[in-house]
């Protein structure tokens, strides 16, 4: 072998040796790691069930107010007209739309001058009227004893009796003497009828004539509205009427309201009752209409803690609807799909319920029916409720709520619910 060839073999021996040794200690490594390794241990798998928010409720008494809308209306609201023709030569200060009058108040003042000119005269006809009687009278005492001197020698028939006694000519003087007094008494009504008067408490919604104006017999001079009073004409389901009292003869006074006007809740708090069932459902939505009356309405007496509530203020109105005994209030939030609720059995199960509501309304449902004592309601969602699925109660959520409410609670509840809808 050659020196060349010597040298080649040397290189591939080193070539091919180095990669073995790699490779042999790598896979040594490889069976030691493999040997040494920690084994894993089966652990058993953990069920994690959901946790909810529950609470019991207790049966009461709870007071059910009936919230609706409805459209403030005048109570009272007449057109002014003139009894008279003539001229306006005089108007009250407050003969403007806004203006106020106490019943009795002059608004304004038809020009009297012809109206006492037509009294003078009619008194003057009536004394000519009682000078004629008089005279008549004394015809009298003239004609009967003529009378009694004449059926001595004749005898005469009874109208002729009547005409020689005059008793036409008396009945007639006696008519024209009352018909004179009618005369004045009328002349005396017309020049009252010169000053026109307010009827009733009341404020100018609009006028139609001023002062300066002629104007004709039951020519309109303006309209008014009365502010003793306005009503609330609200609508209400048919289906809740039986909750409402209306006054009867017999003394029974309407259910109380609290009516609110605007966001400011507590000044545009107003009180009423209700007063009347109109006998027609409306034209579109086909509800009952029932009016209620608001006393003071504008806040005329002053009071800083009320603000006026304005004719066409579409305002809410909180009905007291009576009471419901033995029920329990359970949130609305909880009242699934419109007809259930969810119980948190005793084992643990959830019990998917079909319940059937004697009162609803935008915050809580009574119930008589489907729930016992101590029985836990399910608060919180589920995601994809089952029935009979495993639940667990969060520790600090099981409470029990008492659920009596006042007549006035429950009526300022129901109308912050309304509200907030």
């Known amino acids: 072998m050659t020196q060349k060839e010597r040298r080649f073999s040397g290189l591939f021996s080193v070539k091919i040796l180095i990669p073995t040794v790699i490779l042999l ?62 001229e306006i030569v005089s108007v009250s200060d407050s003969f403007l739309p806004g203006g106020f009058f106490r019943k009795g108040d002059e608004v304004l003042r038809i020009d009297p001058k012809d109206y006492e000119l037509a009294l003078r005269e009619t008194k003057a006809d009536m004394v000519t009227a009682e000078y004629d009687l008089k005279v008549e009278q004394g015809y009298q005492n003239v004609a009967g004893r003529e009378w009694n001197l004449l059926k001595k020698s004749a005898k005469g028939t009874e109208q002729e009796a009547e005409l020689a006694l005059r008793k036409p000519h008396l009945l007639k003087a006696q008519a024209d003497l009352e018909a004179a007094k009618a005369q004045v008494e009328q002349a005396e009504i017309n020049l009252q009828r010169t000053k026109v008067t307010a009827p009733f408490a009341s404020m100018i919604e609009s006028k139609s004539s001023d002062i300066g104006a002629t ?38 006074v309407g259910s109380k309201t609290t009516v609110y006007n605007g966001k400011d809740e507590t000044s545009a708090r107003r009180e009423g009752h209700v007063i009347r069932l109109l006998p027609s459902l409306e034209s579109e939505g086909r509800m009952a209409r029932v009016l209620i009356s608001i006393a003071d309405p504008l806040n005329l007496k002053g009071d800083p803690s009320l603000k ?52 609803r309304d935008a915050q809580t449902i009574l119930l008589k029916e489907g729930l016992m004592p101590g029985e836990q309601v399910v608060l ?27 007549v006035e609670a429950k009526n300022d509840l129901a109308a912050e619910v309304s509200h907030g809808e």
Do not use: C
């Open 25 to 86: 200690t790598a896979a040594m490594g490889a069976y030691v790691m493999i040997k040494t390794a920690p084994k894993a241990h089966r652990v058993a798998p953990v069920t994690i069930l959901p946790t909810v928010e529950v609470a019991t409720y207790e049966k009461g008494s709870h007071a059910i107010g009936l919230s609706v809308m409805g459209t403030v209306v005048a109570a009272n609201e007449v057109t002014l007209v003139s009894r008279l023709s003539g």
């Open 215 to 252: 104007v004709a017999a039951q020519e309109a001079l303006a309209t008014i509205v009365g502010t003793d009073e306005f009503w609330v004409e609200v609508s209400v389901p048919v289906d809740r009427l039986d909750h409402i009292t209306f006054p009867m003869a017999d003394g029974t």
């Open 308 to 359: 006026p509530i304005l004719l066409g203020s579409y305002v809410k109105v909180v009905i007291a609807g009576g009471e419901i005994a033995d029920s329990y209030a359970i949130p609305r939030k909880v009242f699934r799909d419109n007809s259930k609720i969810w119980v948190l059995g005793q084992d643990g199960t959830l019990d998917i319920r079909t319940v059937n509501p004697v009162w």
């Open 380 to 406: 919180s969602s589920l995601t994809a409720p089952m029935q009979g699925m495993k639940l667990q109660a969060a520790s600090d959520t099981a409470v029990t709520v008492k659920t009596t409410v006042s």
